[in-house]
């Protein structure tokens, strides 16, 4: 990690290659192929566009002073910097988003149907805690 005037910057994620592999290969019509080196170098345009699009969300974040980046902010960054003719495809993605996120159970909800107070909840993990230490250390010593 590299500092940059006092914060640490963080290494940039890279996008799944699998996932811009099949964006080209969609786009493209049988019998046309992408060499390798093409492939990588729109894998790289990709990820330079999300850096884009992520620092002007930020950066229209701060503007308002919030903490949290929110879609609106990405619709933003998409109008100002030319993209506006995206947003409707992301408020579809971001709307179906939405919808996954409701079918998924809830982690607090897995807990409060547990039937265990706060309290045998702490105990139980601390049990399964000296569980895995004692694990590790039987690991160690035969190692």
Request: with cysteine; net charge negative.
């Amino acid at each position: 990690m590299e500092k940059d005037e006092g914060r640490t910057i963080e290494p940039e994620p890279k996008l799944p290659r699998a996932s811009v592999d099949k964006v080209i290969s969609e786009a493209l019509s049988p019998p046309l192929t992408c060499s390798r080196e093409v492939k990588h170098f729109l894998l790289g345009c990709c990820a330079e566009f999300v850096h884009v699009i992520a620092t002007e969300a930020n950066n229209a974040c701060e503007r308002e002073q919030k903490k949290t980046v929110t879609h609106e902010h990405v619709y933003t960054a998409l109008t100002t910097l030319g993209f506006s003719s995206y947003i409707d495809e992301c408020h579809i993605a971001y709307r179906e988003y939405v919808e996954q996120t409701k079918l998924r159970p809830s982690k607090q909800n897995k807990f409060k149907e547990s039937g265990l107070t706060q309290e045998e909840l702490e105990k139980e993990q601390e049990e399964l805690f000296r569980k895995a230490k004692l694990m590790a250390e039987s690991e160690e010593r035969q190692n």
